[in-house]
């Protein structure tokens, strides 16, 4: 009986002890105006000329004028990629450019009959990129859909003059 006791006494203290780095963890990333002070996940200036790095190639490849471009680094790994190059250091960075993107064309969804088309136009390219490699291993866009595109909440402007 005093060993089924102190199971149950380790078991919930176990609980909270792993649970609640986890919570924190959740709700500093869903808080809309985290800081990088928040989020504890400072970048270094090696990775901020990673993030510049990808951005310019993003750019160059897609034809885009961009207004804003952010990046913020986060822990992380991506094994099913869609370029080809998965992003396996543990660290990521999220690079995100707000502007005309021609060459990036997307169908939207299904509109119900007799609904007028949202904005399908891509405003905004999303990028997930390896902290230590600098290889982007996810591409994705945001479209002005749901209003207005807003560079990512506490990152950090690139130059990319």
Known sequence: MEHGRRQMVVHPFLAVIVALPLVAACSSATTPHATPESTGISLSQDEV????????????????SVSNASVMARQ????????????????????KLIGEFPHTVTTGHAVPPGSSAPDFTVRAVIITADAE???????????????????????TTLSLS
């Open 49 to 64: 000329a990673k993030a510049e790095a990808v951005a310019r190639q993003v750019i160059a490849d897609q034809g885009a």
């Open 76 to 95: 992380g790994k991506v094994k099913d990629s869609n370029t080809g190059h998965p992003c396996t250091s543990g660290r990521e960075l999220q690079i």
């Open 133 to 155: 490699s600098g290889r982007a291993c996810l591409i994705g866009v945001q479209t002005a859909e749901n209003g207005e595109i807003q560079p990512l909440p506490g990152g």
